[in-house]
């Protein structure tokens, strides 16, 4: 029981507990049973004067360690997985209605396209090299199957690229993470 209440008291010393402030005997005198010898003990009184701030008690164990802050996301620039270029065309009005190779249904002014062979669900950017102007589509078809093209654009793709009137153009692909 003896040596219990002298590790609790330490642990609480310790932890650096504010709760209780000690103040011990300069000196004292322990008297065990009978069967063990007596132990004396000498402990440091503090002094009510001396600062919490100064005691020993409150400094860390350690040197703190930098909490991490969270990085900011990765500009689009750091999330391009692959470039290429090539010729895209446009598909729309005859198809509206109809399901796509993913299951999805060709809606008018969807910003989506076709792609031989990209995963379904795939971010593109896509940069018209005529006029510089750039659009972000989804992979959700399959195509395109003619010539040399390498991606087909869902109406309201083409509109934002400006390929609608001339029916193709030279495009940029920026696959993206």
Not at 3 to 26: D, I, Q, V
Not at 81 to 88: D, E, F, I, K
Not at 144 to 158: C, E, K, N, T
């Amino acid at each position: 029981m003896r040596r219990f209440l002298l590790l609790g008291g330490s642990a609480l010393l310790l932890s650096g507990s504010s709760a209780l402030t000690p103040a011990f005997a300069t000196t004292g005198r322990v008297v065990a049973a009978e069967s063990s010898p007596s132990i004396e003990l000498a402990i440091r009184s503090v002094e009510a004067s001396e600062s919490l701030e100064d005691s020993p008690l409150n400094k860390p164990a350690a040197p703190a360690l930098p909490i991490a802050t969270p990085s900011e996301p990765p500009s689009i620039e750091q999330r391009v997985r692959s470039v290429s270029s090539g010729q895209a065309s446009w598909y729309g009005p005859g198809f509206y209605g109809n399901r796509t190779a993913s299951g999805e249904v060709l809606r008018r002014g969807t910003l989506t396209a076709a792609h031989r062979s990209l995963p379904f669900g795939t971010k593109v950017r896509v940069t018209n090299l005529h006029n510089g102007r750039t659009a972000v589509v989804r992979i959700n078809d399959r195509g395109p199957f003619h010539g040399h093209r390498v991606i087909d654009l869902a109406h309201g793709a083409a509109s934002e690229l400006g390929v609608v009137s001339s029916g193709t153009a030279s495009v940029k692909l920026e696959v993206l993470r």
